[in-house]
Each structure stands twice: as C-alpha cells, then as structure tokens.
C-alpha cells in the first residue's frame, strides 16, 4: 500500500491532469486570458470598422452624429462584452486551479497519514512478535523502554513496576533505565513533579517544564502499563523538545502500554506457575523425605529393636515366664503405636484430590480423612478461605494445616480438633486446636524436636508469615499462623 501510493504521487507529478496542462504557461487558453484587454479592444475596433464599412457601402440614411454614436457604442458594447466573458472565465480558471491545488495538497496529506499510519502498524506488529518472543520476565523489562522509543525519541527513561505481592501498601520499584542513571532519573522526576504512584488514569499523561537545570529535558511522559482495570507499572519518557504529543502518537503509546502490561502480568503468572510447580516439586520431596524419616527413626528402630529382644525372649520361655509375658504386652502396644504410625506415612503419601474438588474442597476431604483415621472429632469452617488465591500460598496453607495435624498426632494424645482458615486484616488466618495433653513452649526441645514447627515457620517466611503456638501442659494446643 505504501509503495503504491508512492507510485501515485510520481504519476501525478509526471503526467499531470488535463485541466492543469491546459492551464501551463504558453498554452493558447492561457494566452487569450492574459490577453482579454487586448481582446476587447480589437473587438471594440472591429465594431466600430464594421459599422462604417456598412455605412459606406450600404444606403444609409442615419446622421453623421448617429452613426458616430452607433460606431461607439456597438464598439464599446462589443469590446466589454469580449473583456467580461474572458475575464470570467479566467475567474473560473483561477478557482479551479486553487480547487485543484487545495486537492493535491489533501491528497499529500493524505499520502502522509497513510506512510505515517502503515510506520505506527509496522512498529506494533515489530512490538507484538519481540513480545511473543520473550520467553521471561526479565527480557520483557529489557526492551519495554525500547518499544515506546521509536514514535518519541526521547533523551531518558525508566520503566516502574508496582510490587503487588508486598502486604499493605503496594511499592513502586525502579526495573530498567535508559539514557540516565539513578540520579539524573531523581533529578527529572522532581523537575516534573511525576507521583510518586505513577498515572493517575489510564490516559497518557504530559507534563511540559522549563525548569531542568541541565537545559536537556523539555518535557516528560507517562506511560501506563495495565491489563484490564489494574494498573501494573507505567514508563517514564523524557524528551527534548516541550510540544504536545499528536493524538495519533497518544493512541500508539497507550496501545503499546496495554501490550506491555499484558506480557508483564504473562510473564509474572508463568513465573508464578513455575514457582510453584517448584515448590509443588520441593514439598513432595520434602514430604518423601520426611516419611523416609519417620520410618527409619521409629519403625525401623524399632523392629530392629524388638528383634534383639527375641533372644532375650527365648531364654525367659524357661526361666522367667511371668517377664515374657509382660514383654509381649509391651510388644502389643508398641505394635498398636507402630502400625497407627505406618497409616499415617501411608495417608500422607495418597494424593489430594485439588485438580477435581478445588483447594476448599480438597483440604475439606483430607482434614475429615485424616481426623476418621485417627478416630478424631473433627470441626472444620473454612467458609471464609480469602478467594484468588496464589497456587503458592495455596500449597502453603496445605502444608501448615497437614503439618499441624501430623504433629497432633504423634504427640497430642488428642479425642477432638478443629481447624478455622479466614481472611483478617486482608491476609489470611489458619487456627489449628486440639484438645490433647499440651506442652509448654517456652521449654528447650530435645534434640531433633520440633522439627515440624520449624519447617512451617520456614514456609510461612516465605509469604512474610508468622507462625504462633499457644499450649500449657494438660490443655491442649493452638496453632495460629
């Protein structure tokens, strides 16, 4: 299309309408119009010839003061009839030729917008195939300023990013300059008194200055980055010369914009995904490993020890049959503790149903499953569980809430619990309680205690979570986190 217009204007140029060669310099219509006085005035003689010529050769019988009016006035008549047609049609001419000069000058313009038009497609089809290419965040951020360059050379930039995993108030973060460092970056943002929140619309913003003290920068741009209704970062331009933008540039600066906050919230839930198919992956092998553990501290130990007591236990058959037999109800209970142990390694290795039952739905199945197989009361609400959760901070609270109940059941002794998660003060809350024998939490572990309590609290920092247990020997225990 481009080239095609090209070709139109050099056509035009080298073989112009036929109303315009008409109208040339040295063409004979152009000549009678230049001499229309000329014209009229040997029309007007040619009148007056022709009325003596007649007088002369015809009868006639007229006055000489007559035929001296009629040779005048028919002259003068025919002469300003020649001088008027003439000079209205070069009044034609002159019009038709600013008509014609005002149509080529649209259809340059035209011309223009259309090459301007066919450049701003080309750069937001160059934009959208780097974007698609991006295989991450990072290099997304790296050539986000170099997107918005092109239409607005500019002598700086910055691209902010919004943190919108911090808990509160959410942070603005400097990722990438361009074309300046930090300080000069300070400098230009005080310049141009830019908020500190960034865009406080989805608009493209402008703010013209004369008061940079390095005389560089004239001007400064806001670029929001968004997808639907959420504002994600924004990009900072600033440029030479203080003019505003044209609305063709605006509109091209803010499609890019949506581009951008599109791939930049892409690229964040990729990587959220992969963080925690990560942590998914982690937690499966910690979990495996913890089993592992379980079995060789107590079962195995165990077993291994029995097995040296059955020679002991082959001398007492004779000797000491009354010690046998409260050796074997030893054993009975041990065997009891045993096999409750290896149902739960067994429970804890059975998949959780999340992909079918959702993440409510699914904690709801394990917790009524795991308090049936310990012979639990069991009392679950999670009505209130905050909605949108992260995958991450779903497999968190997965893991605080099973390993809340594993310890419980190796050490409560408990009849009864209760698990609570809802939403307080815009995070989420798990409660924990069980009505078993309790300890005091101010009392040094043993060695390898209380390794559970700790890799929860290690999973909780991981959110800037924090993990409190409340306890007093013979009342039970609380877990809040």
Known sequence: MKNQSHRSMQESAAHPPRGEADAMPGAPWQMLLRWRWLIGG???LAFALGQILESAWLPDFRSPSRLAFDVVAWGLLGGLAAWISLTW???????YQSELEASLQKQQQLNRQLERANAQLTLLGDVNRRIAEAGNLDEVLDQAIAFVTPPTPALGGAL????L???GDVVPVV???????????AQWRQTFNVPARGPRARRIEQRMSDLDPTGQAGACVLVPLHDSDQLLGWIELYLRRAHPLPEDERSLLETIGIEIGRAVLNARRRAADERALHQLEQAIADERARIARDIHDGLAQTLAFRRMRVDLWMDWLESDPGQLREELRTLKDTLREQIAELRRAIFSLRPVQFDQL???????RYIHEFAEQQAWAATVDLGHVPPNLTPAAEAIAFRVVQEALTNAAKHARAQAVAVVIEQVDGGMQIRVTDDGVGFDPGQQPQAGGRLGLRQMRERLNTVRGQLTVLSQ????TELRA
Not at 160 to 163: K, P
Not at 473 to 476: I, K
């Open 473 to 476: 020997p013979g009342s039970g």
């Open 175 to 185: 990722m990438r300059t361009e074309g300046c460092n930090r300080e000069q970056l």
């Open 160 to 163: 902010v990013l919004l943190d």
């Open 358 to 364: 959702g993440f409510v739905g699914g904690l709801h």
């Open 89 to 95: 049609a070069s009044r034609q001419e002159q019009r």
């Open 165 to 167: 995993e911090t808990i």
């Open 42 to 44: 040997a029309v007007t």
